[in-house]
């Protein structure tokens, strides 16, 4: 499978078709969009990233991640709907963040989300510590990845 991406905005159209099968997901999973985790006007484009992954033309996957703070960004609108895809997808923000000066990455899911769980684990990223809002939070589990080393 062959798989392109392109560095967008938050407002970009193929982004936000995405973002609301990713939400319409999460709700099947959750019962939460997840929407309330990100909002995209806050969106800095010399800290953060934002990548549409495109089949023959048609998107397929995205994701953005966000300065967290010093080296370390987050991921945020993990979403795949093609096998394959969200492996492209997670490599190319992860070039991307390094590429801005990013060394770790940490994201988080609801641990009922077993498939996003494991996909991460599966991309070498471990149970952390949790962080900010999702301290205490049980049905949250909080993962990273050294980007570089």
Avoid: W
């Amino acid at each position: 499978m062959k798989f392109e991406h392109k560095k967008v905005e938050p407002s970009n159209s193929d982004f936000q078709s995405l973002v609301a099968e990713l939400n319409s997901s999460l709700t099947q999973i959750t019962s939460d969009s997840g929407e309330s985790s990100f909002a995209s006007d806050t969106f800095d484009s010399s800290k953060d990233g934002c990548i549409v992954v495109y089949q023959n033309n048609v998107a397929v996957a995205c994701g953005v991640f966000r300065y967290h703070e010093s080296e370390v960004c987050e991921l945020k609108r993990m979403y795949s709907n093609k096998y394959g895809a969200g492996s492209y997808l997670l490599e190319q923000l992860e070039r991307y963040a390094v590429n801005k000066g990013y060394r770790r990455a940490v994201l988080s899911t609801r641990r009922v989300n077993s498939k996003a769980v494991s996909f991460y684990e599966r991309n070498s990223y471990s149970e952390s510590a949790a962080y900010g809002k999702y301290i205490g939070v049980k049905r949250s589990i909080c993962l990273s990845k050294v980007l570089v080393t």
